[in-house]
């Protein structure tokens, strides 16, 4: 499975931005598709996962500014960022597993939030 990320880049704060992520190689066998991210200096975060068939999960830092939305057609996975804070500055990571409980990540996607 290969996974293609496009949008990210430079938004101010209180602003939008998306960003989406293509699977490839996959058929039908995404179970789940979402998000992660990185700031400098911190570990890798969930930013919102959707499962199909249930819910979205989302951290809470984004709940009510984020959201990750599937086009299972398309075997893409796309990410709606609102009300964007400087702290939202990081590298964000397209992840997808499958029905093996195999997972994938994408290259990442620099966005950057100015105050």
């Known amino acids: 499975v290969q996974l293609q990320a496009s949008g990210g880049g430079l938004v101010q704060a209180g602003g939008s931005l998306s960003v989406s992520c293509a699977a490839s190689?996959?058929?039908?066998?995404?179970?789940?598709m979402g998000w992660y991210r990185q700031a400098p200096g911190k570990q890798r975060e969930l930013v919102g996962i959707?499962?199909?068939?249930?819910?979205?999960e989302y951290a809470d830092s984004v709940k009510g500014r984020f959201t990750v939305t599937r086009n299972n057609t398309k075997n893409t996975v796309y990410l709606q960022l609102n009300s964007v804070k400087p702290e939202d500055t990081a590298v964000y990571f397209c992840?997808?597993?499958?029905?093996?409980?195999?997972?994938?990540w994408g290259q990442g996607t620099q966005v950057t939030v100015s105050s």
């Open positions: 959707d499962t199909r068939g249930g819910t979205t």
């Open positions: 190689g996959s058929g039908s066998n995404l179970v789940a």
């Open positions: 992840y997808v597993r499958d029905w093996y409980s195999r997972t994938y």
